[in-house]
């Protein structure tokens, strides 16, 4: 065995048993499909969701604070928003100024959040099922510091 390969091997085990970002992104992707499989039936994925909590909560919004809020990308933002405009779900608005625009929940928009709310209750109860009550608590509490940190 060659020094690179037993450096590679070593660095791969070294990820595999400690890399946070795998973790975490393992819980996301498994807590986001508990989601998306429960959602399903009205047709909205979790981002998307979370997208309408948002902009109900806070709107009229414009899209890029929605982004920052939920620490989604622009791209990503910009393609859930346009689907969520074709769907009927959103309105888009122009904003304060010329150069920006506002989003606003439409009739429909609150109509799938209604839909959603037993559906959401129940990927809620399955998520917190696999996370355990201890990991959805850390969860909350991991948020929450980041919010804090993020804000300042």
Sequence with gaps: MTDSTRRAEEAAADMAAECL????????RTVTAIYDD????VGVTAGQLNILAVV??????APGE???????????????????KRNGWLAIRPGESARSQELRITKSGRRILEEAEP?????????????????????HRLAGAIRERSVG
């Design 66 to 84: 929605v982004a920052r809020r939920l620490n989604i990308e622009k791209s990503t933002m910009s393609r859930n928003v346009e689907r969520m």
């Design 21 to 28: 970002a795998m973790r975490s992104r393992l819980i996301g």
């Design 38 to 41: 429960a959602l399903r039936p």
């Design 119 to 139: 559906l959401w209750r129940e990927a809620q109860r399955r998520a917190r099922e696999v996370l355990g009550a201890g990991g959805a608590k850390a969860i």
């Design 56 to 61: 109900v909560r806070r709107g009229p919004i």
